[in-house]
């Protein structure tokens, strides 16, 4: 069973527009959730962390934890082109591992 | 401060082939991974280390891959007799420990098998 769930598979998004994506985990072991992003013919970047229930803002981009339902949620404001990408929801244990999905393809349109 | 690099990039094989991909860290993480990611889809973990040490291969083709980190710092995957669903793009990443902080990855080697 697939320990990170990602949605939509992708997404398409006008310039200017918010682009929301989402990740729902099985494993109430995962200490952090992460939110990578990987352009085309690079490895995966990271873009924030997130532990504690709420939002964690940092620029155009806000992540959401609800600890109860193991839902994390990535929001993306004032979307760029430069923010077409795949993009990862990733579940890191006390230990270092970090377990991805399968991750959401975004196209940010002009 | 230099990123994490690979090599080679790129690697083209017949079935049945051998190959071997290197990293090189940043300097002073002590912690090192290697992920497999086929064409759009996630990276999958195959091993960690921390220092020369093996924390997790549980998901390593223990009969035709194996890896190694004998000084702790630069790390070998090796494929043996590579079949076509090991088509991938081969990821290593390198981090200091803990649970909160951020993998740094290379550019990745893309194998094709054929």
């Known amino acids: 069973q697939q320990k990170v769930q990602q949605s939509p598979e992708s997404l398409s998004v006008p310039e200017g527009g918010m682009a929301s994506l989402n990740c729902t985990s099985s494993?109430?072991?995962?200490?952090y959730f992460w939110w990578y992003r990987q352009h085309s013919g690079e490895g995966p970047k990271a873009l924030m962390s997130i532990f504690s229930d709420g939002d964690k803002k940092e620029g155009r981009f806000t992540a959401h934890l609800n600890k109860a339902s193991l839902h994390v949620s990535l929001h993306i404001r004032d979307s760029q082109p430069s923010d077409s990408a795949l993009y990862f929801c990733?579940?890191?244990?006390?230990?270092?591992?970090?377990?991805f999905g399968q991750g959401t393809k975004l196209s940010i349109k002009p | 401060e230099a990123g994490v690099t690979q090599s080679p990039r790129y690697a083209v094989l017949q079935e049945g082939q051998a190959v071997s991909f290197w990293c090189d860290p940043i300097?002073?993480?002590?912690?090192l991974y290697w992920y497999q990611q086929p064409r759009d889809q996630g990276p999958q973990l195959l091993v960690y280390f921390r220092d020369e040490a093996v924390i997790d291969n549980s998901q390593l083709p223990s009969d035709r891959f194996s890896a190694v980190r004998p000084k702790g710092t630069n790390s070998t995957l090796k494929i043996q007799s590579a079949k076509q669903g090991d088509t991938a793009t081969y990821l290593c990443?390198?981090?200091?420990?803990?649970?909160?902080?951020?993998?740094?990855f290379g550019e990745g080697s893309r194998l094709i098998v054929v």
């Open positions: 990443a390198s981090s200091f420990q803990g649970a909160g902080n951020t993998l740094y």
């Open positions: 990733a579940g890191n244990y006390n230990q270092g591992k970090l377990i």
């Open positions: 300097s002073g993480h002590d912690t």
């Open positions: 494993d109430r072991n995962f200490q």
